[in-house]
């Protein structure tokens, strides 16, 4: 994955309440940068918010979401087929209550209004999103909360990535902690082949065990 933006200048960004030290490219949008013909699963992990809003991530190829407090934890995931070139990750923040909001979309404005949709647009945005390459996935989450990451010990390229967004509840670019969670990319073997055979296997386990179970 590449984040194309620039950091922020210091003191831009509040501190991260979820993850206190976490720090981010703010503004970024995430595009995947691989192998063309090759496919990669994409996935979503929630770990955490703080909002007085219910906002969701979704995942806009097969329409699964996170929903903040609800989902802490688990993940949803697509897959696709790159094209050798940087491509958007489909991926975008909607608010479901508590206030009417634009969908923020990773990427250009969907409708090109900026009222339905926006675009994780510029410094001062009302709703925007930061990007961090600072996480190891070796670590159980609730060490996540200590990486204490800064401007040396981040990076704007990786397999995994936090993101961080700011649903405008308490003015701009206050403090990105509304949904956090983070997305990982992985080559699938054989394109895809290897997955496939993964599932009609476990299909076929299912069959049985409701054979025995009748």
Not at 175 to 194: C, E, F, I, L, M
Request: with cysteine.
């Amino acid at each position: 994955m590449q984040a194309f933006q620039t950091p922020p200048p210091p003191g831009t960004v509040a501190a991260n309440d979820v993850i206190p030290g976490l720090w981010g490219y703010l503004n970024g949008s995430l595009f995947l940068d691989g192998i063309a013909g090759d496919s990669y699963l994409v996935k979503f992990t929630l770990f955490g918010s703080e909002s007085g809003w219910t906002n969701q991530l979704r995942e806009t190829q097969g329409n699964t979401v996170l929903i903040e407090q609800t989902d802490i934890g688990k993940s949803i995931s697509y897959q696709t087929v790159s094209a050798g070139a940087p491509q958007l990750l489909k991926f975008q923040f909607e608010t479901i209550a508590g206030s009417v909001q634009p969908i923020l979309v990773n990427g250009p404005d969907l409708d090109g209004a900026g009222t339905t949709y926006v675009a994780n647009g510029g410094v001062g945005a009302l709703r925007t999103f930061y990007v961090s390459f600072c996480i190891d996935p070796t670590k159980p989450g609730n060490q996540q909360r200590n990486l204490m990451c800064n401007e040396t010990g981040n990076a704007t390229t990786g397999d995994i990535a936090w993101l961080a967004l700011d649903d405008s509840g308490a003015g701009p670019n206050d403090n990105h902690d509304d949904w956090v969670g983070y997305v990982q990319v992985t080559r699938v073997p054989d394109g895809g082949a290897t997955l496939a055979l993964l599932g009609g296997a476990l299909m076929a386990v299912a069959a049985l065990r409701r054979k025995f179970d009748a």
